[in-house]
């Protein structure tokens, strides 16, 4: 291993000076200092050098989502930076619990000075949005042009040019529909997993239809449950079907995505598909982690402001609890759940196409 030439100071290597000299208080313009204007700039400080770190990881997995062939060493390098990106949402998450230390009397004594500055206006937090797959179209309003219009024209151009490229949604869907095991010489995989599910729903409702216990509106009521878990598994083979899902905003993978997200979920024990499951789940961790603190992160403002306005011109936490329920990405992977099964309900693969998983 190499050594440096010249001494290193712990200092000078961290550039502490410029580090701890960049809270700059806005309270001490106007009068006696904020005491916990301070905490307020280091907490989001803090956030702005992770999410600095988060992005650099979201470019490594992008640039190896946007290559033709995904090796499966490539995988192992997803796998890690995604689990690296989660551990670090994870302590974003608990870092809120530091700002909830601050009581809403104690942020109001700086509030009004912060006007229009807002944590909206994180041109890095918006880049991570943006990266992972969300554009504007799939915003809320205030998003689509308020915000857009709240930032200066170099990040505006910046953060649009961005959204011309493809996500990481748009990446990872292209990877999962090039599976090439959906299809092979004399298998099928939606007609191998259809029948299966057609066998199922068929028992279930007997089921139903023998139980005594149901009084007839419980019966109906159970019947018409069954019957959109049906629709759901239907629309999963049929084109027709599953694009009025899109069309109605209930998917956002394609349906050979989905298809091949499937495939992976349920035979995930064979080895081929062990590296792809953990990219999978790692996605779904991610979006939850995001949701998670985008819900600490309007409660926190709820508790701080109440029904006030942004700073930035929101409105304050109906803002943030609209985008905590709008600007989820990576939500189809978290309802797979909906079409597995049972283990001892699958339906053995074909000698052929076990050779073929095994061959990669």
Known sequence: ?????????????????????????????????AHDETLFIIVHQAYELWFKQVLHELRSVLSIFRADHIADESLMTVVHRLNRIGKIQQLLNQQIGVMETM??????????????????QSIQF????????????????FDQQSFYNRINDADRAYLTGLEQQPGL????DDWLARMPFLRLDNFAFADHFKQ??????????????NNDLLSADELQAELT??????????????????????????????????????????????PVFNLPFQVLNCLADMDDNMTIWRYRHA????RMLGSKIGTGGSSGHDYLRKTTERNRIFTDLLNLATYLLPKSALPPLPDEVKHALRRG
């Open 299 to 302: 409660m926190m403002v709820q």
């Open 169 to 172: 949604f748009e990446c990872v």
């Open 1 to 33: 291993m190499k050594k440096n030439k010249d001494a290193v100071y712990y200092g000078d290597y961290l550039q502490l000076d410029k580090l701890l000299d960049a809270q700059h208080l806005q309270s001490e313009h106007y009068g006696p200092p």
């Open 103 to 120: 009581t809403p009397q104690d942020f109001l004594e700086f509030r009004d000075y912060l006007v229009p500055a807002s944590g909206f």
């Open 196 to 209: 299966t599910i057609e066998d199922n729903l068929a028992k279930d409702e007997a089921i139903l239809r």
């Open 225 to 270: 449950e069954l019957e959109g878990t049906r629709e759901n598994f239907a629309a999963l083979f049929d084109q027709t079907l599953y694009q009025k899902m899109q069309d109605e905003g209930r998917v956002r993978l394609s349906q050979r995505a989905l298809q091949g997200a499937l495939f992976i979920n349920l035979y995930r024990e064979e």
């Open 126 to 141: 918006k880049e991570i949005e943006i990266s992972l797959g969300l554009k504007r179209d799939s915003r809320i309003k």
